[in-house]
């Protein structure tokens, strides 16, 4: 049986986010092979992690030429490699380094596995995104239901934020904030209102929580004085996404995380929106549901900054040779 027999790899497995993230899914019975591929260190990532006592076989690649076979027959891939933020940078700074090697990565996996899942974390996602599906259409394997934009990290602020919050405390890993839109400043919409439990702040609070959400990645690249961004927390997001896209694709029913997708919900080409997951990538889109009017004024007012970002992507890939 398919169950628990997952084959993942990593791209960019030496990494901030990619050591951690490795780690995690090293320590996953839902993991049986682990393919860590990087252009520095992998051979060494890989002996490390070869040691824990878990099933996952670990293999590391090193260079271009051992990518293809890194490649092979996975499942799913995950891809945060790329430059991290600096104090003052957006994202979008982020852009032409990081574009360039998202799409050579991409290339290499609708060459060598073009049925895997695809998971992006390489910023900016606004971008990178719209990249990964030109690529993929270039070489004729595209399927939007296999591509994501892994967002999970503002969900997981958004759960803890709230939970701070609340008044008595609330347990952080029993509270669930969709977030919405994209993955940069004030495309991260948070919808406060579908928090389950159900919790109420004073509209002053709401901005300012709403706010935080927005810029908490921002707040970690000041905390950090120019050594990077969020790379553990990213590392805990970016594994419980890739274990929620197994665990469906195992015929768990009922899995539903948000993401950064093709999307036929707003005007937007690619938005993200609470997503039921099953074998074969997304089943099924839940759409935005219903929002306050405060939510629906930040949904309006993130659609320039999405497309533009959209269009960036798109433009880049169609000159990508």
């Known amino acids: 049986s398919p169950q628990n027999n997952a084959k993942v790899a990593v791209l960019g497995a030496s990494g901030g986010i990619g050591q951690p993230l490795s780690l995690l899914l090293k320590n996953s019975p839902l993991v049986s092979r682990l393919t ?50 600096k104090p003052g940078m957006t994202r979008d700074d982020l852009f032409n380094t990081n574009a360039s090697i998202v799409a050579t990565l991409t290339t290499a996996c609708a060459k060598h596995c073009p049925e895997a899942m695809i998971c992006i974390i390489s910023n900016p996602v606004n971008s990178t995104i719209p990249i990964t599906s030109e690529v993929f259409k270039k070489h004729g394997v595209y399927n939007p239901n296999r591509i994501f934009g892994v967002t999970t990290l503002d969900i997981v602020r958004a759960n803890t934020f709230v939970a701070e919050l609340k008044v008595g405390g609330l347990d952080p890993a029993r509270v669930s904030v969709p977030v919405i839109g994209g993955h940069a400043g004030k495309t991260i919409i948070p919808l406060i209102s ?16 709403t706010g935080r959400i927005q810029e908490a990645g921002t707040e970690v690249v000041k905390a950090k004085a120019g050594a990077g961004s969020a790379t553990l927390s990213m ?3 970016g594994a419980r996404f890739v274990f929620s896209l197994v665990d469906a694709m195992n015929g768990k029913e009922g899995v539903i995380e948000c993401s950064f997708v093709r999307s036929e919900e707003t005007e937007s080409p690619y938005f993200s929106t609470p997503l039921l997951l099953g074998k074969n990538g997304i089943e099924k889109n839940l759409g935005i549901g219903k929002i306050t009017p405060f939510e629906e004024k930040m949904v309006a007012e993130a659609m320039a900054e999405l497309k533009a970002s959209i269009k960036k992507g798109e433009d880049f890939a169609k000159n990508f040779k």
């Open 235 to 237: 590392a805990y997001a």
């Open 36 to 85: 860590l591929y990087d252009i520095a260190h992998t051979p060494g990532v890989a002996a490390d992690l070869s040691h824990i006592e878990t099933r996952a076989n670990v293999k590391g690649f090193l260079g271009p030429e051992q990518l293809p076979e890194c490649l092979k027959g996975c499942d799913v891939v995950v891809i945060p490699a790329g430059v991290p933020r």
């Open 194 to 209: 579908q928090c389950t439990p159900k919790v109420d702040f004073p509209q002053d609070q709401l901005e300012k929580l």
